[in-house]
Every structure is written in structure tokens, then in C-alpha cells.
């Protein structure tokens, strides 16, 4: 079977700073990887060049066998790239335009995309809000008259009208309540068995990562210290900085100064 | 977290709910200068004289029943030429703003959207172009072009266009960082379709605030170029021209032909002014919650 994502070797520089060093995996179709480190770990690099926002130094992305160009031109070719990978950004406060209402929001993309038929665009719009639990009343709205929870279901609506094969979730939860999290996680977990999207989830948060991922990739400064199935990683971390952010989770006995500690030294 | 997304609302609903329940001032101002453009608008039809026509029996009259704010040396009303007049103050700053605003926008949008060295040679250009003394530019192109009203036009609107352009430009490197902004190139849509259309839409209200400052500072510009004998030349009305004409009345102690068209530049520009700020202070203000 073809890999629907593979990552071989990225590499970003920026000045002197090595940003991500070497980063590479597979991601099978409807799979769901965790790309996990904490603050400046290179994480949020690897999505921006994943979605084509940063041009890598070095290596190679590609969907379903078909390489992505680090920078491309013309129209076929951009529509092409967004069709292989969107991306769901951290804050819904500002990846909305905040002029358009979400319908018109969605609207655009359809038509982008050569939805050129109206009422077509409109039955689309309807069951892609529906797809994330979203109705005609949060269509009409305006991004400032939702809350932060359905600002982001709205955010996943708007990634999930291109039909991409890879959804990149860059910290797309972190924002949000812990209650509306679960709603956010659950709407993933179902496009990923339903549509077979595949998943790069970014966070800094293992117990996120957990519920919706099967696998994790650790970063550390860039470079990538563990990559494992969910399960083994949690119950079997190999590498110190792993156990940390394990640790660093909140939990009964737990004592942030001694991670505090062991995070300066490691 | 703050939102710092620039908010919309229909023009008419934010004339509502913001601009009209601004402070006395405010409106004060706005009224003046509704009542200014109506002025200019239908002067020919309001001017009870032909301003342009000497009463040669009534030179340096006080006012009157014939001359409702007496005459200037050469006999013309001054009631007349200031209701007139206003037309020259008001389409010489509207060229000098409409020309800086679409110029300015279009350099400061792709210089800041592009960045890099093309950012930092427009940004030396602009540099330069601030320190050259508007007036300077003025009196250069009047001496190129000849006097009236368009050399010292053409010479404000090149003279503005910086202050737009590196409003824009600061602005737009700004908002182009904004998720929403790169959402819409991931999209696939083209970047010059997301700049200009998608970006630069949220800019508006910053840069109509500019706009209109500009306006009063272009107004106060191009009536001294005038007073000079730079600008708009008599027997055609205008205010800064009318200053000048006035200075034999006002050595024979007839003051009037000076003081009420310099009174007239005064309220404008400061109306102008008060409610340019207003408006950026109300953005901003809307920015930080």
C-alpha cells in the first residue's frame, strides 16, 4: 500500500538556528500521527512547511506518490497543493477573516475549487458545517459572534472544503476550553473514519495526542528522539525527554518543580 | 487573549452605534463639514453675486445689506467668493488625496507584502521623499508647470503619498503574518488575489482615517500655495487667493475680506482634523479590547 504522507529528512535553518533537523515519517491513509515537543521544538516549522508557508532547506515531501514543489506557480499547481494538505492554525480568533461571514467564508473555497454551481455550493456549505456540528445559524454569523469552539469547527470546515488527503492540526485545540477540546476531538476522530483523511497533529499536549493519534513523533530541538505507536510511547517512553513531557502532564502526585529541574538539565 | 482583528460593521450601523454617539465636538465638526462640501457643491446657485465681478462703487465696503460681508479692493463680495471658494478647497485636496491614498496604497501594499530588499529600497525612496519639504515640491512644480490649480496638485499628492504608503506598508507586514491571511494561501488562492482583496479590505477604515487628516493638512497646503500666488489665480475664488487680495482692505481697516476666508481654512482643517483622529482613535480603541 502507498503511504499517503511521506516525510523524508526536512531540514530548516533560520540565520544560525537549526529549526527542524532531520525530520521524517509515513503517515498511512486515515492514519493520525502525533508531533509532539514542547515551545520551540520545531513542530510548528514542519507544519508551516508541510502546508507550503515555509520553504524546507532540505528533503522531500509527498502525497500519494506525487511529490510537493516547495514553491509553486500557476493556478493548477496551487490548487493541487492545497488539495494534498490544509492545515487547521492555533488560534480561531485570527484564521478567520473576520469581514466574511462563515458561509461566504466556505463559499469562496468551493468556488475556488470549481464548485461553480451555486445551489450545489450552498447543499456543500450545509454538510460541511454538518460534518463538524455546525448549522445555518453559524453559517450566517459573522466569525466574532461565534465562540472560540465553533470558530475552530468552523476553521476545520473551511481545510475540510478542499478535500485534502492530510489535515495538519497545528495546536488546534490549545486554544480552547477543555470541554470544547473534546468536541473539536471527537469531530476529527470521525472525519478520520469517515473520509480517510490522514492527520498530522502538532501539540505540545500528550494527553491530547493520545485520544486522536496512533503514533507519535517526539522532537526535541528539531531533531526527532522517539517515533512510536501511541500506546508503546505512553506506557514505555524510551527517552528521557519523552518520560518529561509525560511528566509534565498534570497528575495526582505530581511535582512540577522536580520537571522544572529535570527540563533545564535535559 | 485579544482579539486585534480590525472589526466590521456596515457603514451605516457603525455611523450609528460609533460615530454619531461620539462627543459634541465630533459632530460639530461633522456638521461643518457636511455643510463645506454642500457649499461647494452648490455655490453657483447660493452665491447671492458673481464673485468674480468687481462692484466698482463699493470698494472695501463694510458689511451690508448689498454686500453681507462687505467687498475686497477690487469690489468683489466677499460672501460670494467664500461660498465659491470653497469648490477649489475642496477638489485640490480631494485630488492631493485621492491621488496620495490609490498611489500610497499601491506602493505600501507591495512593499509590505513582499518584504525583503524590495521592502527596504522602497522604503530608502520614501525616506527620501519625506525629507524633501512639501512647499519646496510645490513651488518646483508650479515653476515646471506654470501657476494654477494642478502643478501644486500634482506636487501635494506626490508629497502625501508617503505618509499612506508606509502606513500601508507597516500594516499590511503585519496582517500578512495573520493565520487568516496565510489560510487563504494554503487555500490556493494567488497571492496577489489575497493581498488585494482579501488583505487589504481590512486596512480600510486605517487608511480612510489617514485620508481625511491628509485632506485638512492638503487644504491648509494649497491655500498658502495660493496665498503665495502660487496656486489658483484671481478672479477665480479662492481662499488662500482671497487672503492675499485682502491685504489693501485690510491696510484701509476693512480686516473682513482676510479674516473670513482664513476663518474658513481654520474650521475645515481643524474639522478635518478632529474627525480624522476621532476615527483613528476609535479603531484603535477597538483594536486593543
Known amino acids: ?266 | 487573549m485579544s482579539t486585534t482583528v480590525l472589526v466590521r460593521r456596515p457603514l451605516l450601523g457603525r455611523l450609528r452605534g460609533g460615530f454619531l454617539a461620539q462627543g459634541w465636538l465630533f459632530r460639530v465638526c461633522l456638521v461643518l463639514l457636511v455643510g463645506f462640501v454642500v457649499v461647494a457643491v452648490f455655490a453657483p446657485w447660493l452665491a447671492p453675486q458673481d464673485p468674480t465681478m468687481g462692484d466698482f462703487a463699493n470698494t472695501m465696503a463694510g458689511p451690508g445689506a448689498d454686500h453681507l460681508l462687505g467687498t475686497d479692493q477690487g469690489g468683489h463680495d466677499t460672501f460670494s467668493a467664500l461660498l465659491v471658494g470653497a469648490r477649489t478647497s475642496l477638489l485640490g485636496p480631494l485630488g492631493v488625496v485621492v491621488f496620495s491614498t490609490v498611489v500610497g496604497i499601491a506602493v505600501g501594499l507591495f512593499s509590505g507584502w513582499r518584504g525583503g530588499w524590495v521592502d527596504a529600497v522602497i522604503g530608502r525612496v520614501l525616506d527620501i521623499l519625506f525629507a524633501f519639504p512639501s512647499l519646496l515640491l510645490a513651488i518646483l512644480a508650479v515653476a515646471l508647470f506654470g501657476k494654477g490649480l494642478g502643478a501644486p496638485v500634482l506636487a501635494m499628492a506626490v508629497a502625501y503619498m508617503p505618509y499612506t504608503a508606509r502606513l500601508v506598508r507597516g500594516l499590511t507586514a503585519q496582517e500578512k503574518n495573520r493565520p487568516y491571511v496565510s489560510a487563504y494561501l494554503v487555500q490556493g488562492h494567488a497571492p496577489v488575489y489575497v493581498a488585494v482583496r482579501r488583505l487589504l479590505p481590512n486596512l480600510g477604515p486605517t487608511v480612510l482615517a489617514q485620508s481625511t487628516v491628509n485632506f485638512g493638512y492638503a487644504l491648509l497646503d494649497l491655500a498658502a500655495l495660493s496665498f503665495l500666488g502660487l496656486g489658483v489665480q484671481p478672479p477665480t475664488p479662492d481662499w488662500g487667493a482671497m487672503i492675499n487680495q485682502a491685504e489693501a482692505a485690510v491696510l484701509q481697516g476693512q480686516p473682513l475680506s482676510a479674516v473670513v476666508p482664513a476663518v474658513a481654512v481654520v474650521l475645515v482643517v481643524v474639522a478635518f482634523n478632529v474627525v480624522g483622529e476621532q476615527f483613528g482613535d476609535q479603531l484603535a480603541r477597538r483594536d486593543a479590547k
Open chain 1, 1 to 266: 500500500m502507498t503511504a499517503l504522507l511521506e516525510v523524508t529528512d526536512l531540514r530548516k535553518t533560520y540565520g544560525g538556528t537549526t529549526a527542524v533537523d532531520g525530520v521524517s515519517f509515513t503517515l498511512p491513509p486515515g492514519g493520525a500521527l502525533g508531533l509532539v515537543g514542547e515551545s520551540g521544538s520545531g513542530k510548528t516549522t514542519t507544519a508551516r512547511m508541510l502546508v507550503g508557508l515555509e520553504r524546507p532547506d532540505s528533503g522531500s515531501i509527498t502525497v500519494l506518490g506525487q511529490p510537493l514543489g516547495a514553491q509553486v506557480r500557476g493556478r493548477a499547481a496551487r490548487l493541487a497543493r492545497a488539495k494534498a494538505i490544509q492545515i487547521v492554525f492555533q488560534d480561531p480568533y485570527l484564521s478567520l477573516d473576520a469581514r466574511l461571514t462563515i458561509g461566504a467564508t466556505l463559499d469562496g473555497v468551493l468556488r475556488l475549487h470549481g464548485q461553480g454551481d451555486r445551489v450545489a455550493r450552498a447543499a456543500r456549505i450545509r454538510e460541511l458545517l454538518g460534518q463538524v456540528g455546525l448549522g445555518d445559524r453559524e453559517a450566517a454569523a459573522l466569525p466574532r459572534h461565534l465562540s472560540g469552539g465553533q470558530r475552530q469547527r468552523a476553521a476545520i470546515a473551511r481545510a475540510l472544503a478542499v478535500e485534502p488527503a492530510v489535515l495538519v492540526l497545528d495546536e488546534a485545540v490549545s486554544a480552547l476550553d477543555v470541554s470544547v477540546q473534546a468536541q473539536v476531538l471527537n469531530v476529527l476522530t470521525d472525519i478520520r473514519r469517515e473520509a480517510g483523511i490522514g492527520l498530522v497533529f502538532v501539540s505540545h499536549d500528550l494527553a491530547v495526542v493520545r485520544y486522536v493519534c496512533d503514533e507519535a513523533l517526539v522532537l526535541l530541538r528539531g531533531r526527532p528522539v522517539e517515533h512510536r505507536p501511541m500506546e508503546e510511547l505512553l506506557d514505555n517512553p524510551d527517552h528521557d525527554y519523552t518520560r518529561l513531557l509525560l511528566d509534565s502532564v498534570p497528575h495526582p502526585g505530581w511535582d512540577p518543580e522536580s520537571i522544572a529541574r529535570r527540563r533545564r538539565a535535559a
